[in-house]
């Protein structure tokens, strides 16, 4: 069957190609042969090649001056959080449909991911009662649906360390059990098979670490032991998903004054890794750390950070928690900072973000 009647089928998928990503439910539920197109892997292949692929940043991201209901009669305010994505080409945002059946909002420090079309949300922290999650939730930005997915396994754990290789799988490693015992085991999701993997377990325990995805590695870098609540390391360890191994750990991986909290970490397209500390921009350079740039007075409390196929990094955050969010965008080419605008219903707090380009 054609794809479109009386049209080449080069011209046909060309048509297909240049679509706004906000129109994919739209094709999916008109014509079978259009859902089968799009949600090919050569397809988004394809996009991105020619150059029409849309870049988003997903947030988890509170409503302004929400309020819920909280036992014993007792209205206080408490933070509902949602998902929202700007699209850092043209400025816009909008807001993804909730999960279905979560009408206090998403888990509290729940993790996102992406991986081809699909935005993974996993674990986190009951809004309501703040009992620990091990729920997985997908949406389809190609359907403009979700679904539950198969629970985290390894027993309950919260404060992980999260990344994707964007294509397949998501990372997850660290973080702390029930008994707050921070953790050194890693776990990993086949998203298309909807499927976990138990990984080898990490060199060192690691509560509140972070991570990041380059170069065939998953990254995770700082957090703490049992033993130094609070006391953030230096180091990082990586593990080779083609060895399927961890490498040894890197003693100094982050450098003096990064260790108060865990920096907010990104990695580009061509493997140079970015990170928020404080009020600077670093880069890492031949395993160095060295400071490319002032933050805006505005954006300095930063919650989330990407950089972007042109190399542009886009940084999310506030002055300070409780103040409202906004957004820019960097040019390394010039060292410039360029405000986002923000609508008011999406300055809430920003608890954890992922990076789509579909």
């Known amino acids: 069957m054609e794809l479109i009647p009386d049209l080449p089928e080069t011209l046909a998928r060309e048509c297909l190609l240049r679509t706004s990503y906000k129109q994919f439910p739209l094709i999916s539920s008109i014509c079978k042969v259009w859902q089968r197109e799009i949600s090919l892997p050569d397809f988004l292949q394809h996009r991105k090649a020619s150059g029409h692929s849309q870049e ?5 991201q509170a ?20 998902i ?14 909730p999960v279905p ?11 996102l991911a992406s991986v081809g079309s699909d935005l993974v949300v996993i674990g986190g922290l009951d809004p309501v009662t703040w009992r620990t999650s091990d729920s997985v939730f997908v949406f389809s930005f190609l359907t403009s649906t979700w679904r539950n997915a198969t ?42 098979e909807d499927r976990w993997a138990l990984l080898p ?28 609540q609070g006391q953030f390391s230096k180091t990082s360890e990586s593990f080779d998903v083609t060895t399927r191994r961890w490498g040894g750990e890197k003693n100094d991986f982050l450098a003096h004054g990064m260790t108060t909290w865990p920096p907010v970490c990104t990695a ?38 990407a950089v972007r196929r042109t190399g542009k990094v886009v940084v999310i955050g506030s002055v300070r928690y ?13 060292s410039r900072w360029v405000k986002l605008e923000t609508q008011e219903k999406y300055e809430g707090h920003v608890q954890a973000g992922c990076f789509l380009d579909i």
């Open 151 to 192: 629970s985290m396994p390894g027993g309950l754990r919260s404060f992980f360390a999260c990344a994707s290789d964007s294509e397949r799988d998501v990372f997850v490693a660290g973080g702390h059990d029930e008994d707050k015992n921070a953790l050194t085991s890693a776990l990993v999701y086949d998203v298309a």
């Open 101 to 111: 059946g979560k009408s206090n909002g998403l888990p509290l420090f729940c993790r």
């Open 322 to 334: 409780g103040e409202p969010s906004v957004g820019y965008n960097w040019d390394m080419s010039n």
């Open 84 to 97: 929202s994505v700007l699209e850092p080409e043209s400025g816009l945002w909008t807001e993804l449909p």
């Open 268 to 305: 580009g397209e061509s493997g140079e890794l970015y990170a928020c500390c404080r009020r600077d921009l670093m880069v890492l350079s031949d395993d160095t750390w060295k400071k490319v740039g002032d933050l805006p007075d505005d954006v300095c409390n930063v919650s989330y950070m």
């Open 56 to 60: 988003l940043v997903v947030l988890s």
């Open 201 to 228: 377990d990490m060199g060192r325990e690691r509560d509140e670490c972070t991570a990041t995805f380059h170069a065939g590695k998953f990254h995770v870098i700082g957090g703490y032991a049992t033993e130094e």
């Open 63 to 82: 409503r302004v001056n929400p309020v819920s209901q909280l036992g014993s009669g007792k209205t206080i305010p408490t933070p509902l959080y949602r």
